[in-house]
């Protein structure tokens, strides 16, 4: 094994001494407005493309000295077909040679020879397809809902090439609350039953840090459920969507961790990347949207960081 | 509403005489030797999307007067990054060309904004990239387990433009049961909970056909507990996957569809598109590898048109 995914993330959170992932889900017509007219208002998915490359490289130059890890969201890039799944993997190398970690967060899933196919796509076994291992994530994120098979693929190339994997076990938006409090017949909930999975998943690939290249995506709801993922899932590296822009506060997310603060990385993407846009921002900033995103991702990593001294 | 996929699709069927589906997963290994030799034993993903694109582009040709529909999976594009999405669409739209429907076989899956970025990129309402109509898929295939809000976007774009989705109920592979046949405190199994969902987030979108444009896909398992998903979502469009390969036979099938032989396609793909592999296949077709797949496919029609006698 060419070294542990979470060993990497413990190393590069003790170097920035935070656990802030900045997620980048550009969307065209909430760029500033410098980049916009740029672009103009119908631009070709090329064009669109190209601005939304300017804007992304210019998050990632902010956030590079500030915090260890982005999340790039594929969708965002899917929108504009080719060339902005292009773009997604220029982003990922653009940000591994800033000394970035990135997440490719993909939510993947699929059966058997189609995972396999997924996992050469978004973690590449080495010399797969003639890729450049920059261009790849150190990380993805998956859905396990189709079981064992539909993870194992990615598992392999973890074990070959250190990758690691996020698996969803508790979604932050309300409405997957219709699947995931799915109350199973040994009075547990369905989100607890995938908990189950994902620790069982992750067993024979954990690093020194203690945890293992197969984490969980886990939403910060209740302080009580909360804490009780995590000690069902002891081994299991958490990433914490909704920081921010869909509700969870820095308080909420300390029962992601262990008592010594490891154990989870915490993600905020709109309150981040368009912050230009806050009340205010204008004033402060004027046309700086550089300067608005370096200072919310300052106070981002503060909030956090106070987080532990509550 | 600009008419219902889901009458699109009887159209179809009526006219080609079949429900059956030939599902496009090209592997660059498994090309006919002819296309391997013209790609090299280690192409670039670009050299080995030309060659994979001849070789579908050579399926649609056989499959287009005998199937009324393909369905395209998307990770054996994703596979070669921008360019083997290119194909992806490039392929959609030759598809439509020869008159033939596509399912874009996606299984996406996520929560609210990256939903409506993801119904964005894969059934694109008008307008919303410049792109080509003729290059988007009539129908996809999600995962529906981040609840309704992760399928709300689809369903959207699908009220606008009547294009169709078929989300996953029960999927082929016996891995996936460890998920699907979690058992719930009410009795029912985890699948049979997905089905009542997708049933409800179906209502409203009703062909004259009497089906809706939002399916279900339904791996064709026991008759007994095939007639109670039949049973249970009167008015949901069945996509069959594991017909040939994955191991379903016709006889199987027959409890997806409702005594009239409505409601279901079946798909087939590695066993139509490999065919040349079979054994007895060189012998009998020679390099002629359209010619296999022409035979394959017609013996996939035959065999599900006499589950109807049986």
Partial sequence: ?????????????????????????PVYE????????????????????????????????????????????????????GAGVDLYYDLTEYAHRRGLLVIGDVKRGDIGSTAELYARAHLAPPGASGVDPARIPDAVTLAGYLGRGAVRPFIDV???????????????????????????????????????????????????????????????????????LRAAMPQTLFLVPGYG?????AESCRACFREDGSGAVVNASRS???????????????????GAIEQACREFVADLASMFDR
């Avoid at 190209?50 to 790039?72: E, H, M, N, Q, S």
């Avoid at 309300?174 to 998943?201: C, L, N, S």
């Avoid at 822009?245 to 506060?249: E, I, K, L, R, W």
């Fill in 1 to 25: 094994l060419a070294g542990y995914f979470a060993d990497r993330l413990a190393a590069a959170i003790r170097d920035r001494g935070t656990c802030a992932v900045v997620g980048i889900d």
């Fill in 30 to 81: 909430r760029l500033p407005a410098e980049l916009a007219a740029a672009g103009g208002q119908r631009p070709t998915p090329r064009r669109a493309v190209d601005v939304i490359g300017t804007f992304c490289r210019g998050v990632i130059d902010v956030v590079a000295p500030l915090a260890p890890v982005v999340k790039i969201n594929s969708a965002f890039f899917e929108a504009f077909y």
């Fill in 158 to 228: 973890a074990r070959e090439t250190g990758k690691g994997m996020f698996v969803l076990v508790r979604p932050s938006d309300p409405g997957a609350d219709e699947v995931h409090e799915y109350a199973g017949a040994d009075q547990t909930r369905f989100y607890q039953f995938m908990a189950a999975r994902v620790r069982a998943w992750g067993e024979g690939l954990v690093g020194e840090c203690g945890y293992s290249n197969v984490g969980a995506v886990v939403a910060a709801k209740d302080a009580e459920s909360t804490r009780a």
């Fill in 245 to 249: 822009a869909q509700g969870a506060t």
């Fill in 272 to 290: 981040v990347i368009f912050a230009y846009e806050k009340p205010g921002a204008t004033e402060r900033f004027g046309d700086d949207w550089r």
